[in-house]
């Protein structure tokens, strides 16, 4: 499938399966369990995954924009799935055939959902400074502590899990580990009920001395600030930038019917007749377009190897988050009071989009990655030691 089919075929599943379920996986803070397994028994599971391993070979151009169709029909779902490339593509980065024959075939063939388990509740925003420990045996690793805010939490069938021996926690010099779900020692803690993003099952684990054998661990001890800026945080941002983006165009297509289709009760007069109405119209659609352009262009540039997109890659999730937010809080304005009846539509959008700013890297952490890399300062200076 070259990427033409690849949207054509998202479009599909986003309006076939995942539109129609939308509302109820909000509703009901339900995992999207139907949208999940035709995304799998797509080819688009093994979307990131390289052509040489049987997958689709997409890089970020293909991720953002699936992501971005997905999430119009449901962005639950769209984060869902969006885990599961991005850990997808951290684990192909450096695959042993062992991890190939494991994790990857299964992967493409539909059979297997993978997603990452990197946040912790200490150290929020510093995704990369994991305090769950690692301790080595001869033949496995014994991993404790505890990840939060998991996507797919207790549904996936393998979890990408960062380390850190106890005396380099604070180091920066940490590892990830593949921990299949069925692995004795996880304990998942309660159910996600969020404010948005409703259906994504953002649940809590505890790992106790859960052993997984060495063959597990991605790439060498240690050396995942590597992964972390050149897999991770790319594939990550332009996932969730995708998501985001989807919303805001979802919300801008809601505001432009509703203003179509309203009529002044006293002249009949349609609200897409005002000028102050195009006006807003105009100003809401430059700012999804800038943002989309922006994404395009930085993960054309990614993809194209160019050594200077990794500023233009961790600036999108910055755009996206502020425009999104912006574009869809507009939106329920100009839909006017219907809007705010229970249930609508971009009532849910408006709860989902609010995710943007907070998921790390948040906003603020990536202006500040954007601007040292611009100074050539390094990177995470006062973070790690």
Known sequence: MDLQQILQATRAIATETLAPEAAAIDREGRWPSTGMRRLLDSPLSGLVIPRRHGGLGQGLIGLSKVCEILAAGCPSTAMCFGMHAVASAVIAARATAEQVTQFLKPIVAGRHLTTLALSEAGTGAHFYIPQTIVTSTEQH???TGQKSFITSGGRADSYVVSVA???ERQSGRFSCIVVPADTEGMRWRGDWDGLGMRGNSSRTVDLRNVRVPKSHLLGAEGDQIWFVFEIIAPYFV???????????????TLAIDSVRQRRHGHNGLSLAKRDVIQYQIGELWANVERSRQ????AATAFDDGEPTALPAVLSVKAEVAQSATHVTNEAMTLAGGRAYGQNSELARLLRDVRAAHVMAPT?????LWVGRSVLGEPMLADEVG
């Open 363 to 367: 906003t603020d952490f990536l202006r």
């Open 141 to 143: 690793y014994l991993v």
């Open 238 to 252: 332009m996932a969730m930038s995708g998501v985001y983006l989807g919303i805001a165009q979802r919300s801008l």
């Open 294 to 297: 922006l994404m395009y262009s």
């Open 165 to 167: 021996p106890a005396d």
